[in-house]
C-alpha cells in the first residue's frame, strides 16, 4: 500500500512510539496525583509541554487538548462576544462551530477566495470592524495546501481590537507561526505524533472561557485527566518537526517538484506559488474522483478533507475557488511527507494516470 495521505493524518513516528510506549505499560500513574509517581508522570507531561512551544510564537501559555477540534471549540467558543469573521475554506471544525454560534445570534461573516484559494484581503478590509472581536483563519490549507496570509489578517484583527486565532494543524512545524497570532491550534497526529492529543496556545493576556468544566485540570482551561502517553508522544514528534525541519523541508520540496512533473496532465486547484508542497489537489475535466479511489485500491489519497468523506457532496473549499461540481467531484488531493519515497510517488503516478486515461479524463 502507497500512503499519500499525509493531510489527514500521518505515520506514527518511531520515536514517538517508543517515548511512549513505558508510558503505557508501567508508569501508568495519574499526573494530577500529588505522589511521586504521579509527580514523575506531570514531569512528562511539562517536558512535552516545553518541546510543543518551541515553535510557536513566545509569551503564551500551552493547554492540551484532547485534538485540534476541541482546542479550536475552545478557542472560539470561549472567547469574547462580538463578531467573528473567517474564510469560506476554513475546516469544518471552524465553520461548523461558527454556524452553531451563528444560529444563537452572533454576526458571523465567511471571507470569500479567490479563484487561487488565497483570502480577498480586501473583503477582510472591510469587514473586520469594530464590531469584530474576533478573526480565524487557517495557516495552510487542509484540502488544497495554499499558504494564508495569517499575519496581515492578525494586523488588520488588532487594528479593529479583535483577537486573532490560527489554525496551525497542518502548518506547525512546517511554516513559521506568526507572532501577531493570539491563539493558536495544532494537533499531534498532523505531525508523526499520535492521535487523540493536541493544544491551544494562549497568548498572555488573553482570557477565554473554558468549554469543559470539571477537576481545573490544564490551568483551569480545559479539565480531564491528561495522558502522560499522548503528550510524550506529541512532544517528541514536536523535537523531531524541529530537529529535521530543513531534512524534511528539502524531502518535501523535492517530491512536489516530481509530483508536479508527474502530474503534468492535471490542473492543480490553488495557488501554484503560495503553497505547501507536500499537498497537491489535482483535476482532470471528465474524471470521476470516487471511481478512482475505488479503481485504486492499493494508493491511499483523497478526494478531500477526511472529515467530509462519504457526504457525497464537493467540497466546500474547491465549490469556493469557483469549481463547478464536476471539477471538485474530478479533484484528488494527493499529499505526501517525511516517510514518502521516490519510487512509491513515482508508481502510485504512474497507476492513477492510467485510471484516469482509463476513465477518459481529459486536462483541465
Known sequence: MIYLDYQATTPLAPEAYEAMAPLLRDQFANPHSAHRLGRAAAAQVEVAREEIGR????????VFTSGATEALNIAIQGAPLGGIVTVATEHAAVLDTVEALRRRGRAVTLLPVGTDGLVD?????????????????????????????????????????ALFL??????????PIPESCDMVAISAHKIHGPKGVGALWVR????????????????????GTLSPALCAGFGVAARLMRERAEEDRVHVAALGALARHLFAGWTLNGSATQRYPGNLNLRKEGLDGARLLSYCR??????GSACASGSGRPSHVLRALG??????RGSVRVGFGRYTQREELERAAEALNEAAAAQGGVAG
Do not use: K
Open 55 to 62: 515553535l510557536l510564537p513566545g509569551g503564551g501559555r500551552l
Open 121 to 161: 484581503m480586501e473583503a477582510a478590509a472591510r469587514h473586520i470592524d469594530s464590531t469584530v472581536s474576533l478573526v480565524v483563519t487557517m495557516l495552510i490549507n487542509n484540502e488544497i495546501g495554499v499558504v494564508q496570509p495569517v499575519a496581515a489578517l492578525a494586523d488588520l484583527a488588532h487594528r479593529a481590537g
Open 166 to 175: 490560527c489554525d496551525a494543524v497542518q502548518g506547525y512545524g512546517r511554516e
Open 204 to 223: 498572555d493576556g488573553v482570557a477565554i472561557e473554558p468549554l469543559i468544566h470539571g477537576g481545573g485540570q490544564e490551568q483551569g482551561l480545559r479539565s
Open 298 to 303: 492499493n494508493i491511499a489519497f483523497s478526494l
Open 323 to 328: 469549481l463547478s461540481d464536476s471539477q471538485a
